[in-house]
């Protein structure tokens, strides 16, 4: 039995017993009428779904984000790698585990990626625009840089958030230079790089930082109502003019693009219609890096959920 295996160097017949990080669990009942948990464990390698037969608790959707120590076998199931489980608890105090190794994080150096942000806020010339980036900035900081950019998605792991907004307003800087007479630089550069700040609020994390559910504010209005609100607040405070106020407040409640995908209205200026196409590359390339690093050069992913395909991995 091999102990505290990376979950990327998992196989087939493999027993083992460690300390994991519970991503999601459910409680289900099976054909038969029995109980069981289904849901998934992570580590800083990666995730694999997990499947624990015949039992009722106490562990549930409660206790997603802590450390787990279980015991189990590694199976395979439609051509994806699942880990039965036949023991599990909550990792105590004497426990003995290296939380670096369990919990993932962007594949960035946070601090300098965080001064590169402040940098590219400071850059805009725009003083209304600018001073609006400061404040939110400002106020969401230590969150903001800590914070995953999802539950579950893409960027979900520690620094995902910056990760995620740094690379799209290193994105909108080369775009607004390519696209300079139709575009305003300064407010796809502001737009850009809040338009997912209210996620700070949106989310609520663990004790290890990961994200485990929606705040009451979060599920009632969502991080694309609060950052305008958020928004219009900082403008109001600073005596910014109210259309700047409003365009920027445009930019963050269209920048899902659609309704249908969760925009509170549909893109209606240029500024708008780049950034709602510049977050959904950022969020389809970490989707792609994702699921590549899961799978074999030559070989199809298993189905990827959220582009609700299989991908190639070529050489």
Same mark, same amino acid.
């Given at each position: 039995?091999? %102990? ?13 017993? +460690? ?13 038969? +009428?029995?109980? !069981?948990?289904? $849901? ?15 039992? &009722? ?41 290296? =939380?670096?190794? /369990? ?29 609006? %980036? ?14 995953? +950019?999802? *539950?579950?998605? #893409?960027?979900? !792991? ?16 080369? /775009? &607004?230079? @390519? ?7 300064? =407010? ?5 790089? /809040?338009?997912?700040?209210?996620? %700070? ?25 609060? +950052? ?24 963050? @409640?269209? #920048?899902?693009?659609?309704?249908? !995908?969760?925009? &509170?209205?549909?893109?209606? %200026?240029?500024?708008?219609? /780049?950034?709602?196409?510049?977050? =959904? ?16 050069? $030559? ?9 609700? *395909?299989?991908? !190639?991995?070529? *050489?």
């Amino acid at each position: 039995m091999e %102990c505290n295996k990376w979950i990327a160097d998992m196989e087939a017949g493999d027993e083992l017993e +460690g300390y994991y990080v519970l991503k999601t669990a459910q409680s289900k009942t099976s054909n038969s +009428g029995k109980p !069981f948990l289904a $849901g998934a464990v992570a580590d800083r390698s990666g995730v694999i779904d997990i499947k624990i037969w015949d039992y &009722a608790g106490p562990l549930g959707g409660q206790d997603e984000g802590s450390v787990v120590k279980l015991r189990g076998s590694v199976s395979e199931y439609r051509g994806t790698l699942q880990l039965i489980v036949t023991r599990i608890r909550r990792a105590q105090e004497n426990d003995s585990y290296d =939380l670096s190794e /369990l919990v993932p994080a962007a594949p960035i150096d946070a601090a300098a990626g965080w001064e590169e942000l402040l940098e590219l806020a400071e850059s805009i010339r725009d003083s209304d625009y600018r001073a609006v %980036c400061r404040k939110l900035l400002e106020q969401n900081g230590e969150r903001f840089q800590m914070l995953p +950019g999802g *539950k579950s998605m #893409h960027h979900s !792991f520690l620094n995902g958030l910056l990760m995620h907004t740094l690379y799209m307003a290193r994105t909108a800087e080369y /775009l &607004a230079g @390519l696209y300079g007479d139709i575009v305003d630089r300064d =407010l796809l550069l502001a737009g850009t790089i /809040l338009h997912d700040v209210a996620k %700070c609020r949106e989310f609520v994390t663990s004790p290890l930082g990961l994200v485990t559910e929606y705040s009451v504010p979060g599920e009632l209005l969502g991080h694309l109502v609060m +950052g305008a609100q958020a928004v219009a607040e900082a403008a109001r405070e600073l005596g910014v003019a109210e259309e700047k106020s409003l365009l920027l407040q445009h930019m963050l @409640l269209s #920048h899902h693009g659609e309704p249908e !995908f969760g925009a &509170a209205v549909r893109p209606m %200026c240029a500024e708008a219609e /780049l950034l709602s196409l510049i977050d =959904l590359v950022d969020s389809r390339m970490e989707i792609y890096r994702e699921a590549l690093e899961e799978t074999e050069t $030559g070989r199809f992913s298993k189905r990827v959920f959220a582009l609700d *395909k299989k991908i !190639f991995r070529h *050489k």
